[in-house]
């Protein structure tokens, strides 16, 4: 199938929309003339009408005519300039009288013509426009009366301004599809821009851009947005290079600890003691790498599947509860401060298991970040517009620098100066990642040494 390229095509478009216009154009000054020319002819006619009809006598029942001289008139004597050709008849069809013009020739009666009806008819091989009309005396029809023009010059006008439009309509259309085409591909040239810088675009170049139209036209939003695109594209790929990385790293740390602990067993017999304490060294490092794949996969897993959700009743409450009780051995070791403040039973449309791993990851944190004999605080509201719970400790805290980090995937704030936190850096951002998937807000507040404050906010709830 022959393909028409994009240039082409809208000059095609162009030409067809433009050929019917011409085609309209023309066929209406076609139509014009012609009536125009018809017209004129028509009044002329009608004109000779009105001057015989008053030339003529009846005399004894017979037509004769008044002034004999008027056949004598250029018109009714020669064929060359607008002839008018005069021929009068009886009741019978018999000639009486015709213009010396018509010689040998006459007028053809058409009975089927209504009277003063204009109409197209041939003498010898000339069009003539002819009329007929009857004649009568006290109400009584006597005769006919028949004139008739030559058409042939008008004919002659017409024709040549028919095949002048003919021939100068494709021309016409040839020429503007060529000047169609020329301004088409001027218009597109932004198109061929995108298509070359497009063209050089890779996983390894992604910073070029594609440079913007001087004019703000559709073609400028199409650039724009796909450099916005692009950007996000380079985004994210940078932050996949970025998570690959930390990923490594963070595998490669347990493997080599656990690779180098049996390396040492291996060189010389040990006594028990020793293996037990070496062992249980690499399963605490193998606990450490299950946790980290499980986050990993964990964020892999739901990365935009908002369909894969199962939205259910949920009780805040009792999750929030059954989440501090699988603390319960930490809570006591740091003998820390549990307060919860529920006013009522809070039920959220959600899905129960994701908000369970928010949960887990905020009072789990509240719980590692805070000092011994320190306190944390959960509140649960309602507002306005739904439900806002609060995680406050009394912890180490942030930052105000490390605080827009905090929900970035392997950042850790200070982690050099808490050697004995352990901690991946992965839980904040899970948290971010399931909170934009269950459409709730969260934000974070923190000083120094003095505490952290975690907000989560359910405003597309309904609250039972």
Not at 102 to 107: G, S
Not at 262 to 280: C, Q, S, T, W
Not at 443 to 458: D, I, Q, R
Request: overall charge negative; proline content about 2%; some cysteine.
């Amino acid at each position: 199938m022959l393909q028409f390229s994009f240039k082409n095509r809208i000059a095609f478009n162009y030409i067809i929309i433009t050929a019917l216009l011409i085609f309209v154009v023309f066929f209406t000054i076609y139509s014009i003339v012609k009536q125009s020319v018809y017209s004129h002819i028509d009044n002329d006619i009608i004109v000779e009408i009105k001057n015989h009809l008053d030339e003529i006598k009846v005399k004894n029942g017979i037509l004769t005519l008044i002034d004999v001289e008027e056949w004598n008139e250029r018109e009714h004597n020669t064929v060359d300039v607008n002839p008018v050709f005069v021929q009068f008849l009886d009741v019978n069809g018999k000639i009486i009288e015709k213009s010396p013009n018509l010689k040998l020739e006459t007028l053809t009666f058409h009975s089927q013509k209504e009277n003063f009806e204009l109409f197209n008819t041939k003498l010898l091989d000339n069009i003539i426009r002819q009329i007929q009309v009857p004649i009568y005396v006290n109400q009584k029809k006597i005769g006919y009366l028949m004139i008739a023009m030559s058409l042939t010059d008008s004919t002659l006008v017409l024709d040549n301004l028919f095949y002048i439009l003919v021939v100068a309509f494709p021309l016409i259309l040839i020429l503007l599809f060529f000047i169609a085409r020329f301004f088409a591909g001027r218009s597109i040239k932004p198109i061929n821009t995108i298509i070359e810088t497009s063209n050089i675009i890779t996983k390894d170049n992604l910073r070029t851009r594609i440079p913007l139209p001087v004019n703000r036209d559709e073609l400028h939003v199409l650039s724009k947005t796909i450099n916005s695109l692009l950007d996000r594209l380079e985004n994210a790929v940078e932050r996949e290079k970025q998570f690959t990385s930390y990923a490594s790293h963070e595998l490669r740390t347990p493997l080599t600890i656990i690779k180098g602990t049996l390396e040492v067993l291996i060189r010389k017999p040990r006594n028990n003691n020793e293996y037990e304490e070496k062992i249980n060294f690499c399963i605490t490092e193998v606990d450490r790498l299950n946790i980290l794949v499980d986050q990993l996969l964990l964020l892999a897993r739901f990365e935009n599947q908002k369909q894969s959700l199962h939205i259910e009743k949920v009780y805040l409450n009792a999750l929030i509860l059954d989440t501090i009780s699988q603390y319960s051995s930490n809570i006591q070791s740091k003998n820390i401060h549990i307060v919860t403040e529920f006013k009522k039973d809070y039920c959220l449309d959600t899905d129960r298991y994701l908000l369970s791993i928010i949960m887990n990851n905020l009072i789990s944190n509240a719980i590692k970040y805070s000092h011994e004999n320190g306190k944390v605080s959960i509140i649960v509201a309602e507002t306005s517009d739904g439900v806002e719970c609060q995680i406050i400790d009394s912890g180490i805290g942030i930052t105000s620098d490390d605080l827009q980090k905090v929900f970035d995937q392997f950042f850790r704030s200070h982690s050099e100066l808490h050697p004995d936190i352990n901690g991946m850096g992965l839980g904040l951002s899970i948290v971010k990642k399931l909170s934009l998937l269950l459409d709730i807000t969260i934000s974070v507040s923190s000083k120094l040494n003095e505490g952290t404050t975690l907000k989560l906010g359910f405003y597309k709830n309904e609250i039972d």
